[in-house]
């Protein structure tokens, strides 16, 4: 399975940044996709995720009200929706895929098993 993240960038603080997700056209309903972030010095951890079929998400309460996952089956595609941004966002997103079934979704890099080569955020103060 092969992801592809894109839309990083330099940002102000308070600034919005949209990132983006291609999955590959075979994904089934019991997917997930997540997102999840790493800062330098930091070990990798849990931004947001959104069942590929059915109804749910779950975002990390470090987020939360600021980022916004959504999903397009259409055209393949996961976005995060990233405002407010602060400096303390500044990592490296990661795109990533699990399967999960009927099972709730992880917050676990464990349950993911297919990742993109990540996209770098760099908040400014």
């Known amino acids: 399975v092969q992801l592809q993240a894109s839309g990083g960038g330099l940002v102000q603080a308070g600034g919005s940044l949209r990132l983006s997700c291609a999955a590959p056209?075979?994904?089934?309903?019991?997917?997930?996709m997540g997102w999840f972030r790493q800062a330098p010095g930091k070990e990798r951890e849990f931004v947001a995720a959104?069942?590929?079929?059915?109804?749910?998400?779950r975002t990390a309460d470090s987020v939360k009200g600021r980022f916004t996952i959504s999903r397009d089956n259409a055209k393949n595609m996961v976005y995060l929706q990233m405002n407010s941004l602060k400096p303390e966002d500044t990592a490296v997103y990661y795109c990533a895929a699990g399967y999960r079934g009927l099972a709730s979704i992880s917050l676990s890099q464990d349950s993911y098993t297919a990742w993109g080569q990540g996209t770098l955020v760099t908040v400014s103060s």
């Open positions: 959104i069942r590929w079929s059915r109804p749910g998400t």
């Open positions: 056209g075979s994904t089934s309903s019991g997917y997930v």
